[in-house]
């Protein structure tokens, strides 16, 4: 197999394409904040499109890496290595596949080792759009969508001379920006958050009104926060992943990625200081995300959420895996049309039972196989975000609420961290600290409902609701979770 680097690039496969642009020709336009799998295989896929259009060669990207960890050290290490280069490999659900070398990150900052050098860079400039990728619970709102100024992460920053946190570099380097007379760039949040773009202004502008209140109020005239709506199911990558996706291109990359084939993304059409001409590429502009927004959220983002926690209780290990489960499966299909649906408002021209379709057809496509415990994680920031409005309509409407029931119990119980057969796994929860869990694990079943994750569902107002989880965890530890949705479905 052939190392991937610059050096490289004209010797891969033939069946592996290469950027159809110089790279070294290419300045950087886009700053992107948390380079995971999701940006490799979707934004900075697109940009790569867009490079290989004329006149477009300053909107390639920096990487900008947060964290202080092991995995972000190795990553910056693989990245400098491979000269910012990666294969993204894409499989249709009949297995068929291409696979991509990635060239639009033509940088890479270590943030984590320089936060200085980080927000210099951020000043550049050539430097108009700085994308996020931070998680729905890397923004630090509460349930009424208000930044928390008094978290502790937030107050430790706020008290740093040099700031660390995703917030703290983009305001100082838009206070140096402002000092100097480059002017403002565009914020655009690429997180699945409702509303993300006033999400992202409101976090941003109130960080920066605490730290300085004359750059706040000069953001809040100046800095654009478009929002967006972005789709594409990426798995996580292990050791097997890596050997596996090498062997079928034939490229010895260190960093692999692979995605499903489909791909969808919809910006609000408001930059401060110019933008890629990405519509030229699939992406969608509009003046209007909220429709789009509803749609992926409520019903992809939701519906992952509803097979992946009683998934996991279940034993299985993969979204087609569980979705071979015919149980799982009506399961679904009866909450995409019964809780879901009504209470979306689709685009023009959209079907949102043909939404729903190919939903559940992009969850069978075996060569992506997504892992149940990565889509459970972080539940206690994605069930706010994916469920509340269904909540609300449905316990709203007085409608048959037993599913969203169910899938709060499956929550609760997922939170003890065994399945039904008492198989032990990890959760990744960085949105529920101990006291929250303890609610959880606690031996009054109902006491889990008083976690501030269903702070925004007015559960106070539907006791029944309350009564029929707790009678669901209670059959879930009795006979397990299959048998429970077998009588329900039953």
């Not at 904040?33 to 940009?47: E, K």
């Not at 196989?369 to 539940?379: E, M, T």
């Not at 929860?429 to 702070?455: C, H, S, W, Y």
């Amino acid at each position: 197999m052939i190392p991937l680097s610059n050096a490289t690039l004209h010797q891969l496969p033939v069946q592996v394409t290469t950027p159809r642009y110089d790279r070294q020709k290419t300045t950087a336009g886009i700053a992107h904040l948390g380079v995971g799998n999701f940006h490799r295989a979707h934004q900075a896929m697109y940009i790569n499109k867009v490079l290989e259009r004329a006149g477009q060669q300053g909107w390639a990207i920096v990487g900008v890496g947060l964290r202080n960890t092991r995995r972000e050290d190795k990553r910056a290490a693989i990245m400098a290595e491979q000269d910012n280069l990666y294969t993204l490999t894409a499989f249709a659900p009949d297995g068929t596949h291409e696979t991509n070398v990635i060239g639009s990150i033509i940088e890479y900052v270590h943030a984590a080792k320089d936060r200085a050098a980080a927000i210099k860079r951020l000043t550049d400039p050539d430097i108009k759009i700085v994308t996020l990728t931070i998680t729905e619970g890397g923004y630090y709102l509460d349930a009424e969508g208000n930044f928390t100024l008094d978290h502790p992460d937030i107050k430790a920053d706020l008290a740093r001379d040099v700031p660390e946190t995703a917030f703290g570099l983009v305001c100082e380097a838009l206070r140096q920006r402002r000092e100097s007379g480059t002017g403002p760039f565009t914020v655009l949040s690429c997180d699945n958050l409702r509303h993300n773009g006033k999400a992202a202004r409101t976090a941003f502008c109130t960080y920066a009104t605490a730290r300085d209140p004359i750059l706040g109020a000069w953001m809040k005239e100046n800095v654009t926060f478009p929002s967006s709506m972005v789709d594409r199911i990426t798995p996580s990558v292990g050791a097997a992943d890596v050997t596996r996706l090498d062997a079928l291109t034939g490229v010895a990359d260190q960093m692999p990625i692979f995605a499903e084939d489909f791909t969808q993304w919809v910006i609000e059409d408001n930059f401060c200081d110019g933008r890629p001409e990405l519509e030229t590429v699939g992406v969608q502009f509009t003046d209007d995300v909220g429709p789009y927004e509803q749609v992926k959220l409520r019903m992809l983002n939701a519906s992952h959420s509803m097979l992946a926690l009683p998934g996991v209780l279940m034993g299985y290990d993969t979204v087609p895996h569980a979705i071979e489960d015919t149980l799982l499966l009506g399961h679904l299909e009866r909450f995409l049309a019964e809780d879901a649906s009504p209470f979306i408002t689709p685009p023009k021209g959209v079907s949102l039972a043909q939404y729903a379709q190919q939903v559940l057809h992009r969850f069978r496509n075996p060569a992506v196989g997504d892992q149940l415990l990565r889509i459970a994680s972080d539940s206690g920031s994605k069930l706010p975000v994916f469920l509340t409005d269904t909540v609300n309509g449905v316990l709203g409407s007085g409608r048959d609420h037993w599913r969203l029931a169910f899938g709060t119990a499956c929550f609760l119980e997922y939170l003890r961290g065994t399945t039904d057969k008492g198989t032990p796994y990890t959760i990744t929860e960085p949105a529920i600290n101990p006291e929250q869990l303890a609610l959880a694990r606690a031996e009054d079943l109902a006491t889990g409902l008083q976690m501030t994750v269903f702070a925004g569902w007015n559960l106070k107002d539907h006791p029944d609701f309350a009564t029929d989880v707790v009678k669901i965890r209670q059959s879930i530890r009795a006979q397990g979770t299959h048998k429970t949705l077998a009588q329900h479905a039953g």
